[in-house]
């Protein structure tokens, strides 16, 4: 995989305060969670809201544009770990007007946590006799 470090110096990014989406080994983007929400449901059903500037929104879209429903990709917060999910869409995008800030869009991904049965929940066949003899 491409060094995250070393994309985020050359993006001007700060890991820690960035939800990174991961797709595949090195299509990666880094979102400032200064102005994000995210909610899970508990039908493990989950969405990020995004309130950008225009730049950032189009961004965010593009990349998004190219997944197709159901996917896996990883998502992590603050470097506190990568998650598994499916993509499931994105929002419309509402355009936010205030006379008190630049403009931003507020834009939402829809994901659904992906279930990952864990690498050590079973042991490699021994023997070639049988498949199935060595499941833990």
Excluded at 123 to 132: D, I, L, Y
């Amino acid at each position: 995989m491409t060094g995250l470090k070393d994309i985020a110096i050359e993006n001007d990014v700060d890991l820690e305060n960035c939800v990174v989406f991961i797709r595949g080994k090195d299509d990666i983007l880094a979102v400032d969670i200064t102005n994000a929400g995210i909610r899970q449901r508990s039908d493990d059903t989950m969405g990020f809201t995004f309130s950008l500037p225009p730049k950032e929104t189009l961004k965010l879209e593009e990349y998004f544009n190219k997944f197709a429903t159901g996917e896996k990709f990883y998502y992590d917060i603050s470097q506190t770990g990568y998650r598994p999910v499916y993509y499931r869409g994105l929002s419309p995008i509402n355009k936010e007007v205030s006379a008190e800030y630049h403009p931003k869009f507020n834009i939402t991904l829809f994901a659904q946590k992906a279930i990952v049965e864990p690498e050590d929940s079973y042991f490699e066949p021994t023997c070639a006799c049988c498949e199935f003899c060595h499941i833990g």
